[in-house]
DNA sequence: ATCTTCAATCGTATTTTTACGAATTGCGAA
DNA sequence: TTCGCAATTCGTAAAAATACGATTGAAGAT
């Protein structure tokens, strides 16, 4: 019995988590619309996403989880935006991934 | 209510595919091992993986209906190798979404 | 202090994912 | 034909993801 033998490197683990957090439509499309500056409000993105506010609320929590994005509070609502360093890891994590 | 909007594209939901079937440690090992030509059968896998074989042929399965690797029969053993056509696609459309 | 509004959280149900060992299948060798 | 090996599929269990409406919480406006 090995000691963790990191076939399963911390890298690779953090690359399927940046993975999970891209594998539903509903976030890519988040990202989608936070990227272009669209729109960076969750009311609005609950009127142009086919999902429930509360649902939204739980895509959004996940991405800020991930790391990918982040809240900024401008009462009364609350900015999103992307964590343009994390985003960078992702990209960077999942090319190579892909190489 | 519209017809199906598309803010969920189609590109999003191949791209949302895409990153599912590489949100999972052991699939990314899998792609590192094909890629690397380190090994191409299952049983080398099954060896070098920390999973029952079981469980990596689901994995190998996933794989499979995303497209990203595909097998050969090479009696008595399965070749698998990576779908290079596909495999650039997912690497296109993630690398898009995280532009 | 109370009311409104926006967003998150809770409670819940359903579906999907992940995992394993056992059983099965497919194919070549004996 | 029978045996053995490789890989998949089956049966099952446990955990996680997804979705919704209802409730709660936080902050500014009245």
Redesign the interface.
Same mark, same amino acid.
């Given at each position: 019995m090995q000691p963790t033998?990191d076939? $399963?490197s911390e890298e $690779? @683990?953090q690359?399927?988590r940046f993975? @999970?957090a891209?594998?539903? %439509?509903?976030? *890519?499309?988040i990202?989608?619309l936070l990227?272009s500056q669209a729109c960076c409000f969750h009311g609005d993105m609950a009127e142009? $996403? %086919?999902v429930a506010k509360s649902t939204l609320s739980q895509h959004l929590k996940e991405l800020k989880n991930a790391g990918l994005i982040q809240g900024n509070i401008s009462s009364p609502t609350i900015k999103y935006c992307i964590n343009r360093e994390n985003?960078e890891q992702?990209?960077q994590l *999942?090319?190579s991934? $892909? @190489?």
């Open positions: 033998q076939i $399963l $690779l @683990k690359t399927a993975a @999970k891209l594998s539903h %439509p509903i976030r *890519l499309a990202l989608e990227n142009i $996403l %086919p985003f992702a990209k *999942l090319s991934a $892909l @190489k």
